[in-house]
C-alpha cells in the first residue's frame, strides 16, 4: 500500500481555506470535480484567464517510486504519458527544482505541480464558418466573428468557436485541439475573447504548444494589440491605466476596479491614434489578461467603448456618425462593444521564432470608422508607441 502523503493546494489570494482542503480528496488524490469546479470559481473570482491552479504534496516518508509514477498516483485523471509532458515542461518542482520524470522521492520532498484542467469527452463538432489566419501541426491562429463564445460552459458545449474548430479538424485539415482542457470544455484553449469582441485569437493543436503559448501568455511575453472605438474625445492622448479589477460586488456577470483583497492587479496602455467631434479611435496594448480588462478600464475613466451597453457604452448610429439630416440616421451601425483584437505577437512554441498575427477590422467597426472619418474626423495624433496600421 502507498504511504498517504500529507497534501494541500497551493495557498493562492483569491482560495479560502475550504477550497484548498477540499481539492485534495480522502487517499491523497486530487478530487477532479473540485478541481473542475475551482477553475469557474477562480475565473469567475479573479478574471484571470491565464492564471494556473497548482497543487502541493508533501512526502512524510521515504518512498521508492518515480515522480512520474508518484503523480500518476495523485492525479489519477491524467495518464502518465500526459503527466512526463507537464515535468518535461517543467510545469512540475520538486523542492523548488526542475526534476526529470525519473527523479526518485523521499521523505520531506515538497513537490508542487500545476494542474490543467481535466480531460473529459469529445466536444462536438458544428459547422460554423471560421476566418483561418493560419494553421500549422501545433497551433491554428483564427479571426474570431462577433457574437460567438470561445468555450462552452460546462453543461452546454455548442454553438462555440470550440464547436467550430472541432468540425474544422474533422473535414478540412488534419490534427485537433490539444487535450489540456478538455473537462472544462475548452481544449485547446490559451486565451479568450469576449463574446462579442473580434479579432487574432490562438488555439493550441498539441499538448506541448497548448503549455508553451500558456507560459507565455502567463508570463506576458505576448504582445496584444486592440483597436476600440469609444466615445468622447481622450485626454490625454497616451497613458497608462492601472486599476485593480475583480469581481463586481453585485453584479454577478460584470467587473469592476476594486481596491480591496479581491483586486487583482491589471495593466493597459493607450494610445489615441484618431479624434472625433464625440468618438475617439484608441490602441490598446495589455500588459494583464483581466475578464472584460479594457472594457472596464476605459469605462472607469469616463471613455465607454461604442456599443458596450453593459460597461455604459451606447450603439452607434449614422446620426451620430455623419449627421441627423442623414436619411438613415436612425439605422444603427454597430450594436455591440467596439472593441476588435488586431495583432497578437508571440515566440511560436514549437520553431521559437517570434511570429505575428493580424486581422482586419469587421465590418461595422470599419463603416463606423469610415463615418466618423468622412463627417467628424478632427485629427490623427502621432503617438510613439503604435504597433497598428489604422
Known amino acids: 500500500m502507498s504511504p498517504q502523503p500529507d497534501a494541500e493546494p497551493i495557498e493562492r489570494p483569491d482560495q479560502g481555506a475550504d477550497e484548498q482542503t477540499n ?59 500526459s503527466l512526463q509532458n507537464l515535468i518535461h515542461e517543467k510545469a512540475v518542482t520538486v523542492n523548488g527544482r526542475v526534476p526529470k520524470p525519473s527523479t526518485k522521492l523521499h521523505k520531506g520532498d515538497v513537490v508542487v505541480a500545476v494542474l490543467p484542467p481535466p480531460p473529459s469527452n469529445e466536444i462536438p463538432g458544428e459547422n460554423i464558418p471560421l476566418d483561418v489566419i493560419f494553421e500549422d501541426d501545433d497551433l491554428i491562429v483564427i479571426n474570431k466573428q462577433p457574437n460567438i463564445l470561445v468555450h462552452p460552459a460546462r453543461s452546454h458545449k455548442s454553438g462555440t468557436i470550440i464547436n467550430a474548430l472541432a468540425w474544422h479538424f474533422q473535414h478540412n485539415t488534419s490534427g485537433a485541439l490539444s487535450t489540456v482542457g478538455k ?59 492601472d486599476l485593480p479589477l475583480g469581481q463586481h460586488p453585485r453584479e454577478k456577470e460584470k467587473y469592476a476596479v476594486r481596491w480591496d483583497a479581491l483586486g487583482k492587479p491589471s495593466v493597459t496602455i493607450y494610445r489615441v491614434r484618431e479624434i472625433y467631434e464625440s468618438h475617439s479611435l484608441v490602441e490598446l496594448e495589455l500588459k494583464t489578461g483581466r475578464t472584460h480588462q479594457i472594457r472596464v478600464h476605459l469605462s472607469h475613466i469616463g471613455y465607454p467603448i461604442v456599443g458596450d451597453d453593459m460597461y455604459g457604452g451606447k450603439p452607434l448610429r449614422v446620426g451620430d456618425a455623419a449627421g441627423w439630416k442623414q436619411p438613415d440616421a436612425d439605422r444603427i451601425v454597430i450594436n455591440r462593444q467596439a472593441l476588435h483584437a488586431a495583432m497578437l505577437t508571440f515566440t511560436h512554441p514549437i520553431s521559437n521564432k517570434p511570429v505575428t498575427f493580424e486581422a482586419p477590422l469587421p465590418f461595422d467597426m470599419r463603416e463606423a470608422i469610415e463615418l466618423l472619418r468622412i463627417h467628424k474626423f478632427l485629427e490623427r495624433p502621432t503617438i510613439a508607441g503604435t504597433a497598428l496600421t489604422v
Do not use: C
Request: proline fraction near 4%; charged fraction near 35%; charge should be neutral.
Open 23 to 81: 481539492l485534495i480528496a480522502p487517499g491523497g488524490k486530487v478530487d477532479r470535480e473540485a478541481l473542475f469546479a475551482l477553475y469557474e470559481r477562480e475565473e469567475q473570482a479573479s478574471g484571470d484567464d491565464e492564471a494556473p491552479i497548482s497543487v502541493r504534496f508533501q512526502l512524510l516518508r521515504d518512498l521508492d517510486k518515480r515522480l512520474d509514477k508518484y503523480l500518476v498516483d495523485r492525479i489519477p485523471f491524467l495518464s502518465r504519458t
Open 183 to 241: 473537462e472544462f470544455a475548452r481544449p485547446g484553449v490559451v486565451h479568450r475573447l469576449d463574446r462579442h469582441t473580434t479579432g487574432v485569437m490562438v488555439a493550441a493543436k498539441s499538448d506541448t504548444a497548448h503549455w508553451r503559448l500558456g507560459k507565455q501568455f502567463e508570463n506576458r511575453t505576448t504582445d496584444k494589440r486592440y483597436l476600440a472605438l469609444v466615445q468622447g474625445k481622450m485626454e490625454p492622448l497616451a497613458d497608462v491605466i
